[in-house]
DNA sequence: TCCTTTATTGACTGATCATTCCATAATCCG
DNA sequence: CGGATTATGGAATGATCAGTCAATAAAGGA
């Protein structure tokens, strides 16, 4: 089914994440893309579209791989507080790579309908899930009862966002793990 | 002093600042500088240098601007708590406007030592000042007692960079004041 | 072996970009 | 009025950019 070692779409995308992550849509050029994901200028085209097609594939793939890690660790502790605990200290581990999605949005803001689209899924998905894990940890009693599971939810992803932007501005790890527990510990 | 109507400086920075925190660096020109600045386009190099210098100059304007807000709102109130409150209840009401110092962190991290200088120093200042305030508030029993000064004050900073991004990210007024209340509230 | 498929690269186009040179106009000061 | 100063905009430069076309190479299948 193919001739010349037909390359892996998804690998050249995740090259493509990579150098979107670092330097935003406009900072990046194709030939930086091309290098990155190791495959020629044409095929680029050929493969992706244009160079906005592409970064909205990279966003769309980057937003999933991330809501995917999100609701493994929310799951990865048989307590809902712990869950929500794994999914901060994951945030906190992997914080200096830059992440897409605040990128994406700090670039963009709301002006692409199809980008908006995107994270909009992607955030609903998320924000269920929580909302859900949220909601036990409140039945157990380790989330204070008067706290709105929405209002906690989006509180909590406010600051991995808050997490994600220090580690970009240059915090030292002991400053985001003591992002993570205070935003943790604030739902207590 | 001047013999065409001299502009000014400072309000074609304002003008200039209006543009970077909308578009960010590279998705700006030099034609949507001299358009919002309603200068001459030999005026603007003549006077800024390049857009780099113009950039640079912008973001530091801007981090002075609103470090001097930040301390306005913190001791717009005689009792220190009610000083953070005011703080984040003017980020809430003003995070409508992209903000300028996240823009350029997600755009360029640490990469320029030029940059990073103006932000680390905006950034102490404002700090300071908040740590400040938190110890007042412990000290009138309105903080918690075992939180310590600089972590809440990072946390509260954080939190700021939050609702500025939720905003960005499409997020409505009651959803931001609810991010604002919730960090408040989680310092008691 | 030959054909088909796939990837690559060079050359090119047209656009846009930042930036500079220069001529011109406008305005204030003496 | 006249000369100094300041802002402006046209023209041009060289670079870079995204994207296209066409020729070429590589490799699997028949």
């Given at each position: ?109 709301r002006r692409s309908a199809e980008l908006s689209a995107i994270h909009d899924a992607a955030h609903a998905a ?50 985001l793990a003591a992002l993570g527990r205070l935003a943790l510990r604030a739902l207590r």
């Open positions: 089914m193919a001739r010349p070692k037909e390359f892996d779409k998804d690998l050249a995308l995740d090259a493509a994440i990579g150098v979107f992550r670092e330097h935003g849509f406009e900072g990046t050029s194709a030939g930086m893309l091309t290098g990155a994901m190791k495959i020629g200028r044409q095929s680029l085209y050929d493969t992706f579209g244009d160079k906005w097609r592409l970064y909205c594939a990279a966003v769309a793939r980057y937003a999933e791989a991330e809501t995917r890690a999100h609701l493994a660790a929310l799951r990865g502790a048989s307590r809902a507080i712990d869950g929500l605990g794994e999914m901060m200290q994951r945030v906190v581990a992997e914080a200096r790579r830059p992440c897409l999605g605040i990128g994406s949005i700090c670039e963009f803001g998320l924000q269920a899930a929580i909302v859900r894990r949220v909601g036990e940890a409140q039945a157990a009693g380790d989330v204070r009862p008067d706290l709105d599971p929405q209002e906690a939810t989006g509180f909590l992803l406010g600051n991995v966002a808050a997490i994600r932007l220090a580690a970009r501005g240059g915090a030292d790890d002991a400053h």
